[in-house]
């Protein structure tokens, strides 16, 4: 039962254009979404979130939009840069517990 | 500050073994993660402690694996016997309350190879 999905592995995108990471969920009861990255021989490191009350957040080159009636969220990165070349995680929180539940990933590469 | 430690950085066994793996969190956090990350797919929970109580544990395979966080501190996750299909990187978070507002942060992770 995969909960949160990532439907795309991987994305290609040139140097100083927009990246945009999909990510889709099924379950109702996700208050709050947030998204890590991931380099190589790393852990995950939180990148931003967002409530399941709001729509959008920005936290500077990074905004994340969620469509609730959709159940779609999405990370836009602009303008993107060689250091965002990395494995990103789209996570929910279920309501009223402090699980996580992750999608698969998509390994995201800027090309100079 | 100090991130999260965890030792070893890599271990390969053979089915049926045993290993162990440990992890120190951020100083201060109350509570701890312990994370299975399988190949191609994303972290998934294994177990939750509030200082030295066990929150969630419903995904731990307890025939196989155990955990412990003694004093509210370090924490050691154990696998006996270990299966070709726990191959993985377990990876330790810990946050300061276990609420959003303290996002988790991760260990590097140990790499698990069972051959």
């Known amino acids: 039962d995969q909960q949160v999905k990532q439907n795309s592995p991987s994305l290609s995108v040139q140097e100083g254009r927009i990246s945009i990471l999909n990510c889709d969920y099924t379950?109702?009861?996700?208050?709050?979404f947030l998204w890590y990255k991931k380099y190589p021989a790393e852990g995950p490191t939180f990148l931003i979130s967002i409530s399941s009350i709001k729509d959008k957040n920005e936290d500077g080159r990074f905004t994340v939009f969620l469509n609730k009636s959709a159940k779609h969220l999405s990370l836009h990165i602009v303008p993107s840069q060689p250091g965002d070349s990395a494995v990103y995680f789209c996570a929910g929180k279920i309501q009223g517990a402090q699980k996580l539940v992750f999608g698969q990933g998509t390994r995201l590469t800027i090309n100079p | 500050e100090a991130g999260v430690a965890q030792s070893p950085r890599y271990k390969i066994i053979e089915k049926r073994q045993s290993v162990a793996f440990w992890c120190n969190p951020i100083?201060?956090?109350?509570?701890l993660y312990w994370y299975q990350q399988i190949l191609g797919q994303g972290p998934k929970l294994l177990i939750q402690?509030?200082?030295?109580?066990?929150?969630?544990d419903s995904q731990l395979p307890k025939d196989r694996f155990s955990a412990e966080r003694l004093k509210g501190v370090d924490s050691t996750l154990k696998i006996q016997p270990a299966k070709l299909e726990d191959s993985a990187v377990y990876l330790c978070?810990?946050?300061?309350?276990?609420?959003?507002?303290?996002?988790?942060?991760f260990g590097n992770g140990t790499r698990l190879t069972v051959t």
């Open positions: 100083s201060g956090h109350a509570t």
């Open positions: 379950n109702s009861m996700f208050d709050y």
């Open positions: 978070a810990s946050s300061f309350s276990g609420t959003l507002n303290s996002p988790l942060h």
């Open positions: 402690f509030q200082n030295n109580g066990v929150v969630d």
